[in-house]
């Protein structure tokens, strides 16, 4: 069975930084993806990052590009997204998402979702 926590969320100022961790544990021996979500009041839900362990591409998404870094750690089920020069719009809980891997960087849904992390930049 698939559990996906996410942490490393919190309070920070404007121009700080934060680095989220996903542990999805059960993809043991499989190739998997893994993508960050954001979901703020009164906007759309958003994807933010992706990572396949398939190939190592990472995406990004056009609003953290440059500021944000997709990475897996030592733990080959363990991913990270570093968040530097945080803005207020980066305002929102973020979800980490996980499914076995398919052709391509992001797969178009995920099976598996962990609970957010809340990330709130002040300005």
């Known amino acids: 069975e698939v559990h996906i926590v996410e942490s490393g969320g919190g309070l920070v100022q404007a121009g700080g930084s934060l680095r989220l961790s996903c542990a999805a544990s059960?993809?043991?021996?499989?190739?998997?993806?893994i993508a960050w979500f954001r979901q703020a009041p009164r906007r759309d839900r958003e994807r933010v990052s992706c990572?396949?362990?398939?190939?190592?591409?990472?995406y990004y998404a056009d609003s953290v590009k440059g500021r944000f870094t997709i990475a897996s750690g030592n733990a080959k089920n363990t991913v990270y997204l570093q968040m530097n020069n945080l803005k207020p719009e980066d305002t929102a809980i973020y979800f980490c998402?996980?499914?076995?891997?398919?052709?391509?960087?992001?797969?178009?849904?995920?099976?598996?979702w962990g609970q957010g992390t809340q990330v709130l930049v002040s300005s």
């Open positions: 998402a996980a499914d076995y891997a398919v052709v391509g960087t992001c797969r178009d849904e995920y099976s598996y």
């Open positions: 059960g993809f043991s021996g499989n190739d998997y993806a």
């Open positions: 990572i396949s362990t398939s190939d190592g591409s990472t």
